[in-house]
């Protein structure tokens, strides 16, 4: 069964960076996209930018496009995010997800479309 596990949350001022982890395991990932995907309190979990793992294509929301960068470790099985320019609107809890490639679509942005996930890590942007 894959289990993913975030790391790297914390708290930073407005305009500082932080670069959060993602350890997978339990599968081959190969066929996969990953993704991140982050809840603030009272919102709905939201898509943020989701990565191949195979070939590396990625896919951002608009709202962190520019300022945050996913990319993935193969030989580490591990998955980033990068978050520069952070701002307050960004503090939420991140969430890593995983998901096999369909017929539906490779840019999926639903949360149903991912069944597996981490617990999260806490992201905290003060102004």
């Known amino acids: 069964q894959v289990q993913l596990v975030e790391s790297g949350g914390g708290s930073v001022q407005a305009g500082g960076s932080l670069r959060l982890s993602c350890a997978a395991s339990?599968?081959?990932?190969?066929?996969?996209?990953m993704g991140w995907f982050r809840q603030a309190p009272g919102n709905e979990r939201e898509f943020v930018a989701a990565?191949?793992?195979?070939?590396?294509?990625?896919d951002y929301a608009d709202s962190v496009k520019g300022r945050f960068t996913i990319s993935r470790d193969n030989a580490k099985n591990t998955l980033y995010l990068q978050m520069n320019s952070l701002k307050p609107e960004d503090t939420a809890v991140y969430y890593c997800?995983?998901?096999?490639?369909?017929?539906?679509?490779?840019?999926?942005?639903?949360?149903?479309?991912?069944?597996?996930w981490g617990q999260g890590t806490q992201v905290t942007i003060s102004s």
């Open positions: 339990g599968g081959i990932f190969n066929s996969y996209v």
């Open positions: 997800a995983a998901r096999d490639l369909s017929g539906a679509g490779i840019w999926l942005r639903q949360v149903r479309a991912y069944p597996y």
């Open positions: 990565i191949r793992w195979s070939g590396g294509s990625t």
